[in-house]
């Protein structure tokens, strides 16, 4: 799922291209993308882009009449621009034909999670979010007391769009990597310090990635994945940590996964994955070293 800093890329390149530029029409692909009925989405045709704001993971296009169209990718969802408009395709839910160029919305797969709600005013904007924090103008002691007003694991808190606002899996992977701290740590044995470098390393690896996904030359962002070079830990299960040499672990649940390392992370300590914990029992390791002697040769 497109996380901050790609929703940011992606609003830098629209800024560029339809900023102040009238939208000629809007053609929906697929049934299950518009979630709402009032106001029409017909209500923006002909009207002219007045703003395009980042939402949590969402993309809000107002319109000159404080109409706002509200994008979320989901998993699968990207955005692509055409200076000629392209036909609709399969993978096509929208097309947004702009005087100078049109915006597609493609989802790869089947299931079509990702949504386009049509909304009024600021209030319209408000009830679709979710209310995390915004790191970015954040203080460190509002980071504090948000992360810790309920007791989660870190990887909940981070991922948790009413507790943080626009972090999903990819990034709370790099995050808590950086700050060396494991994933399943509950929120309620941070001490002060722990907090103080969640926050900083927070903020960090989200600016440094934000500038390298910035577009460059003009580009639009064509190519936003989860899993992208130079991560230290998301997306390299098995290769090694960048900073200490260890083999990357990971958790898997439901479609997704935690990567981390667990000698920076976890004390040595092997996360056990449930489902494979249940099938494996005496035999899951519980150490590195443990892992290392189940190896050929170890």
């Not at 005087?99 to 999670?113: C, I, V």
């Not at 504090?144 to 694991?153: D, E, K, S």
Request: glycine share 8%.
């Amino acid at each position: 799922m497109p996380e901050l800093p790609d929703i940011e890329s992606y609003i830098a390149a629209l800024l560029t291209r339809i900023a102040r530029r009238s939208l000629l029409a809007a053609e929906i692909g697929s049934p299950f993308l518009l979630r709402t009925a009032e106001p029409p989405l017909t209500s923006v045709d002909g009207r002219q882009v007045a703003a395009i704001e980042r939402i949590g993971k969402r993309i809000a296009i107002g319109f000159d009449n404080d109409v706002w169209l509200v994008l979320h990718l989901m998993i699968a969802g990207r955005l692509h621009w055409h200076d000629e408009p392209p036909k609709l395709s399969r993978r096509t839910l929208a097309l947004f034909e702009f005087e100078n160029g049109t915006l597609s919305l493609t989802e790869a797969g089947t299931k079509k999670r990702a949504s386009l709600h049509v909304v009024a005013g600021r209030a319209g904007l408000a009830a679709l979010d979710p209310g995390g924090l915004e790191i970015a103008t954040a203080t460190a002691a509002e980071f504090a007391a948000r992360i810790t007003r309920v007791n989660h694991t870190l990887k909940r808190a981070l991922t948790d769009p009413r507790i943080q606002s626009g972090i999903g899996n990819a990034y709370s992977d790099e995050i808590l990597h950086r700050a060396r701290l494991s994933p399943v740590r509950q929120t309620k044995t941070l001490g002060p310090g722990d907090l103080d470098t969640l926050f900083h390393c927070t903020r960090a690896v989200l600016d440094e990635w934000r500038q390298r996904l910035a577009p460059a030359h003009n580009e639009f962002p064509e190519r936003v994945t989860a899993f992208r070079e130079g991560m230290a830990v998301h997306g390299r299960y098995g290769q090694a940590c960048p900073a200490c040499g260890t083999a990357v672990q990971r958790i898997r649940y439901a479609s997704s996964e935690t990567n981390y390392c667990p000698r920076c992370q976890t004390n040595g300590k092997l996360l056990a994955d449930r489902s494979l914990s249940r099938l494996l029992k005496k035999d899951w390791p519980r150490t590195i070293d443990d892992l290392e002697r189940q190896r050929p040769g170890g």
